[in-house]
Each structure stands twice: as C-alpha cells, then as structure tokens.
C-alpha cells in the first residue's frame, strides 16, 4: 500500500516474510443441530445390528473430540471400560493422553463389544468382515447424516464442537487442552466458541 502510494520505504523491509495466517477451522455446531444430529443419528443406526458399529464409532467421536486418526488406531487394549478411561497411544503431538467416557458411552461401547465380529486385527472398530475401519466410511457417513440434518458435517467438525459445548458448559480451558490433546491452549482457544449467552 505505502509503495503504491510513492511513500519511501527501505528495501529491507521487503525482505522480512509475512506472517503466516492459520488455516479457517470448521464452525462448530450450534446446540440445537447438534440435538437434531444425535437424534438421527441414533435413529439411523437403530437397526440392524451391525449399524451398533456406526453408532459407537459416531458417538466416540462426538462424546471424547479424539481426531479421525486417532479413532481408526484405536486398539482393543486402548478401552478400559472399568474404570471409564480411552488410552490414546500415538496422538498428533506425538505424546499419549486419556480421554475419559460418559456412561452413556461406556453403555454404547459395551454393547458395541458383544456384537464386535472375530477379527485378525486388535483395531476397536472393525466391520461385519473384521475389517479396520476406513477414513472413508466415516466421511461418507458424517456426509450422508449431515445432509438429512441440513448440516456441513465432518469428523473434524465433532471434535469443534465437543470443545465448544465443554467450554460453555464450565470446563477450564486447560482441561480442554489435555482432553484435545493440544500442545498450548492457544490452539484450544481456536477450537473452541465462547458463547455470549455463556459470558451473560
């Protein structure tokens, strides 16, 4: 702006690179579609049975905000129902944490195990087949059920809301952090929505 206006500028300045602007995170979802979500949710999967593996994984997602990446890693050995805890062994930031289980999650996941197929692989989520999950059937399901919804719906999107429902029903910022998995409370903050309703 300063050189199309013929001001002097040093060359120097020229030569220092501009700082990088953080890529747009995904909206949140406000309560009332994230409502409407599990209710079709839980409606969709209602029946066969083997819909329980599409309603666990879901539910994981949206109850704990563990990345998509982390879901499709997750072991058998990972799950501790007793005592209501998922080990996440290899995060992004390369350092493991625990993430901890509704009991409403812990019914889910429970039920999800009776119906679990045998399987060569320790993977927790497998299909009918006893095959790992793949990154696609989840985008593909989060698409289909968001647009029954009316809503842009991804694995990343669940985890932006998990944050901002814990941040505005009370949960220090800094155990958001840790339940994310985040290396500064900076990229918490990022991920999570501050409502004015909350702060009135």
Same mark, same amino acid.
């Given at each position: 702006?300063?050189?199309?206006?013929?001001?002097?500028?040093?060359?120097?300045?020229?030569?220092?690179?501009?700082?990088?602007?953080?890529?747009?995170?995904?909206?949140?979802?406000?309560?009332?579609?994230?409502?409407?979500?599990?209710?079709?949710?839980?409606?969709?999967?209602?029946?066969?049975?083997?819909?329980?593996?599409?309603?666990?994984?879901? @539910? #994981?997602?949206?109850f704990?905000?563990?990345?998509?990446?982390?879901? %499709?890693?997750?072991?058998? /050995?990972? &799950? !501790?129902?007793?005592?209501?805890?998922?080990?996440?062994?290899?995060?992004?930031?390369?350092?493991?944490?625990?993430?901890?289980?509704?009991?409403?999650?812990?019914?889910?996941?429970?039920?999800?195990?009776?119906?679990?197929?045998?399987?060569?692989?320790?993977?927790?989520?497998?299909?009918?087949a006893?095959?790992?999950?793949?990154p696609?059937?989840?985008?593909?399901?989060c698409?289909?059920?968001?647009?029954?919804?009316?809503?842009? @719906? #991804?694995?990343?999107?669940?985890?932006?809301?998990?944050?901002?429902? %814990?941040?505005?029903?009370? /949960?220090? &910022? !800094?155990?958001?952090?840790?339940?994310?998995?985040?290396?500064?409370?900076?990229?918490?903050?990022?991920?999570?929505?501050?409502?004015?309703?909350?702060?009135?």
């Amino acid at each position: 702006f300063a050189q199309n206006c013929d001001l002097p500028i040093h060359p120097n300045l020229f030569r220092i690179r501009a700082p990088k602007i953080p890529a747009a995170l995904p909206r949140h979802l406000d309560d009332s579609e994230y409502q409407q979500l599990l209710r079709t949710v839980l409606a969709e999967t209602a029946n066969p049975a083997s819909s329980l593996l599409h309603r666990t994984w879901f @539910l #994981t997602l949206a109850f704990t905000g563990i990345r998509l990446s982390e879901l %499709l890693d997750l072991r058998i /050995v990972d &799950l !501790e129902l007793s005592t209501r805890r998922l080990f996440i062994q290899d995060a992004k930031n390369q350092e493991g944490r625990v993430v901890f289980l509704t009991p409403s999650l812990v019914g889910h996941l429970q039920h999800y195990l009776s119906w679990r197929p045998n399987s060569q692989t320790d993977h927790l989520f497998v299909n009918a087949a006893g095959q790992p999950l793949t990154p696609y059937t989840i985008r593909y399901r989060c698409r289909c059920w968001g647009t029954i919804c009316g809503v842009h @719906l #991804t694995p990343h999107r669940l985890r932006h809301t998990f944050a901002t429902r %814990l941040l505005n029903q009370g /949960v220090p &910022l !800094e155990s958001i952090r840790r339940l994310l998995g985040h290396k500064t409370l900076y990229m918490t903050q990022r991920y999570a929505r501050l409502y004015q309703t909350t702060v009135r």
